[in-house]
């Protein structure tokens, strides 16, 4: 979705909390000074990403004392300073807590799982089903190596579980896509 003309944030979901979406995200907004926009391609796989997350994740937030902070949640996601930003709010926008992740310990899997889908992808062309399988192995081997040191580097402020964490990885990666 594209922003409006006094909005500088692309906005994805309805925000109508359902009892299955108590402890979830049910709306993302991102942070377009943050994320430029890119070819119509890769805007359309950060769009599936979103999606993706938003039809189906669990998110529980954490307070100092360990203990649930019922949802469900908006997100601002921004990047500041080498950190993505998760600026959590209720659906009515009463702001909840800021979690802060350093994108750094990311980059090197990031860097790993971009170089193997685009073997993967150069791999479809040319060889056999066993090896193609083969380096699809590899890259989610790397999608999921992603998603637990996302899982992990949350846990001090989020219970997710591992379906979330791997679309939560997706989306790091998409936003990290160039061009």
Avoid: W
Avoid at 37 to 66: M, S
Avoid at 78 to 92: G, K, Y
């Amino acid at each position: 979705m594209s922003p409006g003309p006094d909005d500088d944030r692309a906005s994805v979901g309805n925000g109508s909390p359902t009892t299955a979406t108590t402890n979830s995200i049910v709306k993302i907004t991102l942070d377009e000074g943050s994320f430029l926009r890119r070819r119509p391609e890769v805007e359309h796989e950060r769009e599936v990403a979103l999606f993706d997350l938003l039809e189906q994740n669990h998110f529980e937030l954490i307070d100092d004392d360990d203990d649930a902070v019922p949802g469900p949640y908006h997100v601002v996601l921004s990047l500041r300073e080498d950190r993505l930003v998760f600026a959590l709010s209720t659906p009515a926008g009463v702001p909840i807590q800021d979690i802060a992740l350093p994108t750094r310990p990311f980059r090197s899997v990031i860097k790993d799982y971009f170089l193997v889908c685009e073997s993967y992808f150069d791999a479809i062309k040319t060889l056999t089903p066993a090896q193609i399988e083969s380096i699809d192995m590899g890259r989610r081997s790397l999608h999921n190596e992603g998603a637990q040191k996302l899982e992990d580097r949350l846990s001090e402020h989020v219970n997710l579980d591992s379906a979330t964490a791997r679309r939560l990885f997706t989306l790091l990666c998409v936003l990290h896509m160039r061009g």
